[in-house]
């Protein structure tokens, strides 16, 4: 395996349903991101993990809830989500620390909520 | 406030139709701007990273230019297979970054 791996690709849950996005990278990085992608909109990014920390919430509510085990794996923990929260779901790794550094992103986990 | 936007929104051009993406930012000290290329179903995949105005840097058909404002991504002879979405983003302050919605082009053989 190479690159960003993101499981499942597609997801179909009902609004009480718990469920959670699995990424793993092996590019060896050190940082690791969650986007969200709507249609129209740009890129939001939602949470940023560096050295397996948490650096960057951005108001995201609480339904979701990320995980980050190891520096190769991070997770998206959902459960209550709403209508407005289908979208495709993205993940991200870079190597934080060198300066202007590209993220090399997963192919997403496209997410409807019904 | 830090931001990207990207024009037009969508370009259609005939097979061999050379054209231009723009990408304009808005960002307090720049520390790299990113191209990426998005195919329908796919995550974003990374093209060219510029750094300084005046820098360039080209692959097969694609040839990719900053100044202090913009940014632009030159298409020469476009083929069929270069159709997809065009993002840009600049990293913001913090661990921010920041994208552009895209450009989406459709090449008509």
């Known amino acids: 395996e190479t690159g960003v791996t993101q499981t499942p690709r597609h997801l179909v849950m009902g609004m009480t349903n718990k469920k959670s996005l699995k990424c793993e990278q092996h590019?060896?990085?050190?940082?690791m991101y969650w986007y969200k992608q709507s249609a129209k909109k740009p890129l939001e990014l939602m949470f940023v993990?560096?050295?397996?920390?948490?650096?960057e919430n951005n108001s995201v509510p609480s339904r979701f809830s990320p995980e980050c085990p190891n520096s190769s794996h991070l997770f998206l923990h959902l459960h209550t989500l709403q209508p407005e929260d289908s979208a495709l779901y993205l993940c991200?790794?870079?190597?934080?620390?060198?300066?202007?550094?590209?993220?090399?992103f997963g192919d997403g986990t496209r997410l409807s909520i019904l | 406030e830090d931001q990207v936007t990207q024009s037009p929104e969508a370009l259609r051009l005939q097979e061999g139709e050379s054209s231009s993406l723009n990408c304009s930012y808005t960002?307090?000290?720049?520390?790299?701007l990113f191209w990426y290329r998005q195919d329908p179903g796919k995550g974003p995949e990374f093209l060219f990273t510029?750094?300084?105005a005046g820098e360039e840097k080209e692959k097969e058909r694609l040839k990719a230019t900053l100044t202090k404002k913009e940014s632009f991504l030159h298409i020469t002879a476009p083929k069929p297979e270069d159709s997809a979405t065009y993002l840009c983003?600049?990293?913001?302050?913090?661990?921010?970054?920041?994208f552009g919605t895209g450009t989406s082009l459709t090449v008509i053989p």
């Open positions: 991200a790794s870079s190597q934080q620390g060198a300066p202007g550094q590209p993220q090399h």
């Open positions: 960002v307090s000290g720049l520390r790299g």
């Open positions: 993990y560096s050295l397996e920390e948490r650096v």
């Open positions: 983003a600049v990293p913001g302050t913090g661990n921010q970054f920041y």
């Open positions: 510029l750094y300084s």
């Open positions: 590019l060896g990085h050190n940082a």
